[in-house]
């Protein structure tokens, strides 16, 4: 397998040794899931730990299917705005995506159990709840554009140092083909007759005017899990669920850097224009398997406290990164040169332990939160015969640490159909340097007449990162990207 050079790092993996895999990257990517949920969850902060009897508990606390009292389905569609501020080089770009997605849809089964004539109906096991969603529970979609004019640096002295300093063929090659960098004496003045002191050396002149430089970056994707779930009722005091999950992963990248400015081909020639275009592509497929195991416990009527553990998720990863370098220069025409890199490798994402407390204030609503631990340093890259993850797996355990999430909302009832909710929520960084938490507002309404109900909830996100354009070291050109997202959610409800 060979090394992949990969620009537009995260800032804090871009700082490493020689090693510009990003599998570390991906493994992180892939670890940061949050539980898929109907609308009147995401309107309370996605905390549902310890709420029971809503379809969220299908995917998130199974012991939460003990409430259900009726049969019920529904479906959760999304629409997604997407929008990001970067800044390079004292330049500031902005860009946008808007989509549509199914984020979540659900179905239980309530099954009271049978009881001997004249037994207590409000002790013992009184209920086994079966139910199965589906919930999407990452996004990648993003557009992000960064640039500006650098008069510090070229991202060729980039290809000069990996042709230096390693043996990897494809992209260096490239470079000194398409005129990029060059070979000199190390010793230009002369003094020194060794033939072998020489090094490779950016071609590009930019002392005058800089080199002008713009790095676009697309993606697309999700994550999404499939869950079977049941959950009991013990005495209306104790339920207790468990549930299998499968999932998917479906990630596409695409990076183009273009660099344009002069570039010296001979030290008797006049400077010539010049435009470069390094790209990356990126497909990566996934499938993957876990479980879930809850409890709510209910000390008095009014309180609710729950549990619940995921186990780590176990990955079979396909994924297939292609990078392709472009140059023209004037008077002498375009060259093109690229590779594909296949791999089939296996994941494990953290383990994740949260506990929760609802409050509920007899008819007129609730306050709820959650708090979630996940240590993402735990993460692990299997490898194999085509690929060594040793150096991956270092790099999780050195830059990512554990992070706490911490989820809080309400819901207010405002008359015998109408409910009113809010929410935070607040993702921890996941970065023992660089990265950001991502905080989000939410809140909605609801409406319930008969067997019928509709919620709709609006959600606010914020966050931002670090990117290294190239690697130079302390030299290395960074973009601070900030991000947000605008989610509206429509929830649908029938219960039977």
Request: glycine fraction near 10%; proline fraction near 3%.
């Amino acid at each position: 397998m060979k090394i992949r050079y990969i620009l537009s790092l995260v800032a804090i993996v871009a700082a490493t040794t020689d090693s510009f895999a990003q599998y570390s990257q991906d493994a992180l990517r892939f670890s940061t899931t949050q539980t898929g949920s109907t609308s009147r969850i995401k309107a309370i902060g996605n905390a549902n730990v310890a709420i029971g009897g809503d379809l969220t508990s299908i995917s998130g606390n199974p012991a939460g299917l003990g409430f259900f009292t009726k049969s019920e389905f529904s479906i959760t569609p999304e629409y997604d705005m997407f929008k990001s501020k970067a800044t390079y080089l004292g330049n500031t770009m902005t860009d946008k995506k808007n989509t549509g997605n199914l984020s979540h849809a659900g179905v239980v089964f309530y099954n009271r159990l049978s009881r001997p004539k004249g037994a207590d109906l409000t002790k013992g096991w009184l209920s086994v709840n079966y139910g199965f969603s589906f919930s999407r529970t990452n996004d990648f979609y993003e557009n992000s554009t960064y640039g500006g004019t650098n008069p510090n640096s070229t991202i060729t002295d980039y290809y000069a140092d990996i042709a230096n300093f390693t043996n990897q063929l494809g992209l260096p090659d490239w470079a000194i083909s398409q005129k990029l960098i060059d070979v000199y004496k190390i010793d230009p003045d002369g003094s020194d007759t060794d033939p072998n002191n020489l090094e490779y050396r950016s071609n590009v002149d930019f002392a005058e005017r800089g080199v002008v430089q713009t790095n676009v970056i697309t993606r697309t994707g999700g994550q999404s899990e499939f869950n079977l779930a049941i959950g009991g009722n013990y005495s209306n005091k104790l339920y207790i669920g468990g549930s299998l999950g499968m999932t998917s992963i479906r990630y596409n990248s695409t990076i183009a850097f273009t660099e344009e400015g002069d570039i010296s081909l001979a030290d008797n020639e006049p400077s010539r224009q010049f435009a470069s275009v390094f790209t990356q592509n990126q497909v990566t497929r996934g499938t993957g398997v876990n479980a879930k195991l809850g409890i709510i416990y209910k000390p008095v009527e009014a309180v609710r406290l729950g549990f619940n553990f995921t186990t780590p998720t176990w990955y079979t990863m396909e994924d297939s990164y292609s990078e392709g370098l472009t140059t023209n220069i004037s008077g002498r025409g375009q060259s093109r040169n690229g590779e594909v890199y296949p791999l089939q490798y296996n994941l494990r994402t953290p383990l994740k332990v949260a506990g929760g407390l609802a409050v509920f204030i007899k008819q007129f609503g609730f306050i709820t939160g959650d708090v979630e631990y996940v240590d993402y340093s735990s993460a692990n890259l299997s490898s194999n015969i085509d690929y060594d993850a040793s150096e991956d797996n270092t790099n999780i355990k050195t830059l990512y640490k554990g992070a706490v999430n911490a989820r809080v909302g309400a819901e207010a009832r405002l008359s015998s159909i109408a409910y009113l909710r809010g929410g935070y929520n607040i993702m921890g960084n996941p970065m023992k340097e660089f990265g950001s938490s991502i905080k989000t507002a939410s809140g909605g309404v609801g409406f319930r007449t008969g067997n019928y109900s509709i919620d709709a909830t609006y959600t606010h996100s914020t966050g931002s990162r670090t990117d290294f354009a190239y690697d130079l070291g302390n030299m290395s050109p960074s973009a601070v990207l900030k991000r947000s997202n605008d989610n509206v959610y429509l929830t649908v409800a029938y219960r039977f």
